[in-house]
């Protein structure tokens, strides 16, 4: 059994009594679905919103000369200052206006929990108007993911899912969504996760996040222009944004169609994941509730489309739950219609139900998920089942619920 610990008392983690907000809304009925955030304050400005473009408009617009907005960027995306006096080209009585007016902070740090030796660490952030969202770090032998959230809540009531059940508070800021990333990356750059005994380097080199994923709290795709905004800043080369590879960057998504094929056409090469959960519409409407607007046939041509256009193979999620969609007929049917597509162009990442609070579901025995991902194999199909990280910290996909703060 992993022990679930604070770590880091003295920056990133608070022991004081947590206010923790009354949702803005009732919790959902079965099936409901909601795209609409409730309108609340807009979270302040801040650089990681902007393009370039944008930001010396701003900085112009405050009265200060152009090139001070390329300044800020190399800040705050390439060097990860963390506090004001460290910029010191920047005159003090400029520096303390422009990092008011767009260095506002965003995320306050509420927890820091740490499981599995250290190597997955869970951070509850308050936003400034009280909502809670969280982000897991994971470090692997050859990588680093941080799982980041999209919006406070989510609106697709996934029954499985616990972000599902607290339903949608609201959509964060491109620059609340980057500012996960940035934190995690200082947090790296502090040397907190550098064990000897994994891979990056030699010992006490810091560490760096090689992957983003989508896949904390939120339905990306239904908060579209702050997600692409993020994907942008944080893919941008330095010191414009944070310079990471597009390819190591995941989209996971209920399967909102028109949205699928928007991103398809942005032209950035991130991987896309169909959170499909059912190979048949009976169940999937109960499972996946937006598949009573779009179906498991047009949410496959569409995650389809999405290789085509872009050449990213597809992930396609399934969580595994005992007897509800765990037969092997429905692995074969999943085999089928994937390759009804075509080859190559999919992998099946099976992932174990981690149980949520008051659901009566479970993970599928040892042997039926084996048998599962067995038949999809022998269909041709890469399948790979997902490690359940951080289950004991609440981290696990669909664990991120503000509740568990
Ligand atoms: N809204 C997006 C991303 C959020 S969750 C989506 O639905 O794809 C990321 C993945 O975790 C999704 O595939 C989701 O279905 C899965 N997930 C949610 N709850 C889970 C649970 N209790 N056990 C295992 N996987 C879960």
């Not at 509420?110 to 470090?139: N, P």
């Not at 941080?146 to 029954?159: E, H, R, T, V």
């Amino acid at each position: 059994m992993w022990t679930m610990s604070d770590v880091e008392p003295s920056t990133t983690s608070t022991s004081s009594p947590v206010s923790v907000p009354t949702p803005s809304r009732a919790r959902p009925k079965p099936g409901e679905l909601n795209f609409s955030a409730p309108r609340v304050g807009k979270p302040p400005r801040h650089l990681a919103d902007l393009d370039p473009a944008e930001r010396k408009a701003a900085v112009e617009a405050l009265g200060h000369k152009g090139f001070r907005a390329r300044q800020l960027s190399t800040h705050y995306f390439e060097r990860l200052v963390e506090s004001p006096q460290e910029m010191s080209d920047l005159p003090k009585a400029i520096r303390d206006d422009l990092v008011a007016r767009l260095l506002p902070q965003l995320l306050t740090p509420i927890r820091t929990l740490a499981a599995d030796k250290g190597r997955t660490v869970k951070s509850v952030w308050r936003l400034h108007d009280g909502a809670l969202v969280e982000s897991v770090l994971m470090r692997y032998p050859k990588r680093v993911t941080l799982c980041i959230s999209s919006q406070a809540g989510c609106g697709m009531n996934c029954p499985f899912c616990a972000t599902g059940q607290e339903g949608l508070t609201r959509n964060m800021s491109t620059a609340e969504i980057v500012e996960q990333v940035v934190q995690a990356a200082r947090f790296l750059r502090r040397g907190t996760m550098s064990v000897r005994d994994l891979a990056g380097g030699a010992e006490g080199v810091p560490l760096r996040v090689s992957n983003v994923v989508f896949m904390g709290m939120g339905e990306a795709l239904a908060n579209y222009n702050a997600a692409i905004g993020a994907i942008r800043r944080i893919t941008d080369p330095a010191p414009d944004g944070l310079g990471m590879s597009a390819r190591g960057i995941t989209l996971s998504t209920v399967g909102l169609v028109p949205a699928i094929d928007k991103l398809a056409a942005e032209g950035i090469p991130i991987t896309l994941a169909l959170s499909l959960h059912a190979p048949d519409d009976k169940l999937r409407n109960e499972l996946v509730p937006i598949n009573t607007r779009w179906p498991v046939d047009e949410a496959i041509d569409a995650a389809y489309r999405y290789f085509e256009v872009t050449g990213r193979r597809v992930s396609i999620e399934y969580a595994l739950i005992r007897g509800m969609n765990d037969q092997g007929w429905r692995a074969d049917l999943l085999g089928t219609k994937l390759n009804a597509r075509g080859r190559g162009w999919v992998h099946v990442n099976p992932i174990p139900l981690n149980p949520t609070p008051g659901s009566r579901w479970t993970a599928s025995d040892p042997g039926v998920e084996r048998e599962f991902v067995r038949r999809l194999r022998a269909l041709g199909l890469p399948t790979t089942v997902r490690d359940t990280r951080g289950s004991d910290i609440d981290g696990a996909c669909g664990q991120l619920a503000a509740a568990t703060a």
